[in-house]
């Protein structure tokens, strides 16, 4: 085990493409395993070649729905930014030696904040959309400073308290849609207020007429950003204070 450490730590420092294609490769084992387990006829039947012949088309349907058609792609920019976003933030503060568990929480918080200044202002969205992405950093950063304070002065480890937090946020986010402050007038079920259009992020495919469908914007490109940057952060330079810096949450429109 040791020496396979040894080995993914090397691709990691020398050859950053191999490793991600071993993640990917791995990723598609474990999911192949996982869709023969899903099978139960054909366990029952002990049949599991005809199990294993499911597996391609079940990869290929993961493709062609992510990838096939132009409103396939704009739905999997839409949904896997928020992924990239954490997944940036959680690596921040793992440089830190750090576990944040509590990405979810943490964009929870800094999604009601933007929410909270987009439906709050009008006016220019040069103006707006700044303000919308400062307010989500703030919100987001410190609901994970909770974990970082916790941590600092009780010792208390965070990936307990970051996993407790996850559920706090999301039962804060509902209590809150219903109260006047957020939910939108006239309803009874838990939906916030519309933001101003001027505050909106332009869409990526905004250049085609009548596809109003294609609700991709340019929060993807914010989010994949960091992504480029291969530099390695210095961990010794990031303290308790390496969660909160993790958090920018674009949730807006």
């Known amino acids: 085990m040791k020496r396979i450490v040894a080995l993914l730590e090397r691709l990691a420092k020398t050859n950053g493409v191999v490793l991600t294609l071993l993640a990917i490769a791995s990723a598609m ?3 192949a395993f996982i869709i023969v387990l ?25 493709v062609t729905g992510s990838f096939g058609s132009l409103r396939a792609i704009s739905n999997t920019i839409n949904s896997s930014t928020p992924l990239i976003l954490c997944g940036v933030s959680v ?18 918080a800094g999604g009601m904040t933007s929410l ?5 202002m009008s006016g220019p ?4 959309v700044p303000l919308a992405v400062l307010a989500g950093a703030v919100g987001g950063a410190a609901y994970a400073g909770i974990a970082g304070v916790l941590k600092a002065r009780t010792g208390a480890h965070e990936v307990i308290t970051t996993i407790m937090l996850n559920s706090i946020a999301a ?15 006239d309803r009874t079920d838990p939906i916030s207020k519309l933001v101003d259009p001027a505050g909106h992020l332009p ?11 294609l609700v991709a914007h340019v929060g993807f490109t914010l989010a994949a950003a960091p992504c480029l940057d291969s530099a390695d952060a210095a961990p010794n330079r990031l303290d308790h204070a390496a969660a909160p810096a993790g958090q920018l949450r674009l ?3």
Do not use: H
């Open 29 to 31: 084992v474990v999911g």
């Open 38 to 62: 899903s099978d139960i006829e054909a366990l029952k039947r002990g049949d599991i070649l005809s199990s294993l012949g499911t597996v391609p088309s079940a990869y290929w349907s993961v």
């Open 91 to 108: 690596a921040i503060a793992f440089k830190a030696g750090l576990f944040n568990i509590g990405a979810t929480g943490q964009m929870l």
């Open 116 to 120: 909270l200044v987009g439906f709050s």
């Open 125 to 128: 969205g040069i103006l707006q």
């Open 171 to 185: 039962f804060l986010v509902l209590w809150l849609l219903k109260t006047d402050l957020f939910q939108r007038p």
């Open 203 to 213: 869409r990526l495919f905004g250049f085609l007429d009548g596809r109003a469908d």
């Open 251 to 253: 949730r807006i429109g």
